[in-house]
């Protein structure tokens, strides 16, 4: 019985609407007789599809072959194969392949639930949990770490301290100083470098500041303290000085230095005990041995030096000296050795004795005599005027004792002729014309005389008339 022809593959019914061709027959089955030849490798697979859309497109193929011998059996596959025109040259298209699909994601393991401490003792620590909620490949073990809690020291000195802390003698002294550490910071304090006296100062730490406590201060808490704060390795510090600052004492010495008049020279030297602070000034006072009593002639002073004024002529003094600082003035003062004796002027043969001290004894000098007799300084000048306008004449006179100044014109004393003002301010002399008229021009002379002597300026007044020209003129 003849063999079915092989079906032939497409890959897709797109390739329809092409070129087609009339394919070539497939080759006949090899009769059982000869098994030698073995059929086409490409006609063994067979893909149902393929087989689908053969059938669906060549649906006479189908058809059983009629019986016959083979040779007759192969004129019968041209009818198929015409029904169902394949393209010759047409090559299998292969799909592209398909990414693989990835395979499902692996559940992370959650913590462990509900850790706790069980126990704690010197050398360890007991810890306890349950299983973790959620559990993912497997669960192979627990690991358990831990950490070592804490932070660098800090120290935070307050602003009021990063400069000089200066308190009075006696004074309380309570200094909180804040910082910040974990663990608990090991706090340590030094005075210049050496270990604090716990008998005078008292250190209170906690976790969170150190106060130094100081209940009476004294002069000799005076210092640099540094504070130190340490955490194993790590470690901050922290300097503040503190000053202590009391009145200081008197000046070293004072001393008169000179008398003369109604004044009286003092020196003294700056005080040995400072009150551990510069000093600002000085006070200087005075007594009258009469009444004892001190009064304050300078206040604020701050040179070594001073001169003492109006005092009272016939009485003795005596002076002293205060310093002072920033706290106040001294408790005690220098007193001068020696006082100083004003003493009245009196004739020369008459002696006057001063029990102590400087004696003041009147220098002689013969006044100066500033008698003269009078001179003019400025002359009159020549002058012009106009009738009806008011003129004024000037000129300038020196004399002692003061000139008595007189005014004349053409040789005649003018005298308190109302028609004049005369005029004598600080030696500058002025006489005024009103309204002159042109009998008013003429020489006027200016003559001052004391009892030394007289001197005289002249000038020569001249008025003139306004002439107005007559309407004939002008045209």
């Not at 169902?84 to 693989?100: M, S, Y």
């Not at 073990?141 to 003698?169: D, F, N, Q």
């Not at 009892?451 to 107005?468: D, H, P």
Request: charged share 25%.
């Amino acid at each position: 019985m003849p063999a079915k022809p092989a079906p032939i593959k497409k890959s897709a019914k797109k390739a329809a609407p092409k070129e087609e061709k009339p394919a070539e027959p497939a080759p006949a089955p090899v009769p059982e007789a000869a098994p030698a030849e073995e059929p086409p490798a490409e006609a063994a697979p067979v893909e149902a599809p393929a087989e689908a859309a053969v059938e669906e497109t060549a649906p006479a193929a189908e058809a059983p072959a009629p019986e016959g011998p083979a040779e007759e059996a192969a004129p019968s596959t041209d009818a198929p194969a015409e029904a169902a025109p394949v393209p010759a040259e047409a090559a299998p298209v292969e799909e592209p392949p398909k990414a693989p699909t990835p395979p499902p994601p692996a559940v992370v393991t959650s913590a462990p639930q509900n850790l706790s401490v069980d126990d704690v003792n010197d050398t360890s620590v007991t810890l306890k949990w349950r299983s973790p909620e959620n559990i993912g490949s497997g669960l192979d073990g627990y690991t358990v770490e831990h950490c070592k809690e804490g932070y660098r020291p800090k120290i935070r000195l307050p602003r009021a301290l990063r400069s000089r802390y200066v308190k009075h003698v006696g004074e309380q002294i309570n200094l909180v100083i804040p910082f910040i550490g974990k663990p608990k910071p090991v706090i340590s304090w030094t005075k210049d470098g050496q270990p604090l006296d716990t008998k005078k100062v008292n250190i209170r730490n906690s976790d969170k500041d150190s106060i130094l406590f100081i209940r009476k201060s004294e002069r000799e808490d005076s210092g640099s303290y540094e504070m130190t704060l340490k955490v194993d390795s790590f470690e901050d510090k922290a300097n503040l000085v503190i000053q202590i600052v009391d009145l200081p004492g008197p000046p070293a010495s004072v001393k008169l230095v000179d008398s003369w008049g109604f004044n009286a020279a003092l020196e003294w030297t700056a005080p040995k005990n400072n009150g551990n602070t510069e000093i600002t000034g000085y006070t200087i006072q005075k007594a009258d041995k009469k009444t004892g009593d001190w009064f304050t002639v300078l206040e604020h002073f701050h040179r070594l030096n001073a001169t003492v004024s109006d005092l009272v002529m016939g009485n003795t003094y005596t002076f002293r000296v205060f310093a002072e600082n920033k706290v106040g003035r001294s408790e005690s003062a220098a007193v001068t050795k020696d006082a100083a004796c004003i003493q009245k002027t009196v004739p020369a043969e008459v002696v006057v004795s001063c029990p102590v001290g400087i004696v003041y004894k009147p220098l002689e000098y013969k006044e100066h005599d500033f008698s003269e007799a009078p001179k003019f300084t400025a002359p009159l000048s020549d002058r012009a005027a106009t009738v009806g306008y008011t003129t004024k004449l000037l000129c300038a006179v020196r004399g002692s004792p003061k000139p008595k100044i007189e005014w004349l014109k053409n040789q005649m004393l003018i005298g308190d002729d109302p028609k004049y003002r005369q005029i004598n301010n600080q030696g500058v002399c002025s006489l005024e014309i009103r309204k002159p008229s042109s009998f008013d021009g003429g020489v006027y002379t200016c003559r001052a005389k004391n009892s030394l002597g007289e001197a005289t300026v002249a000038c020569k007044l001249e008025v003139r008339q306004v002439i107005i020209p007559d309407e004939k003129d002008r045209k």
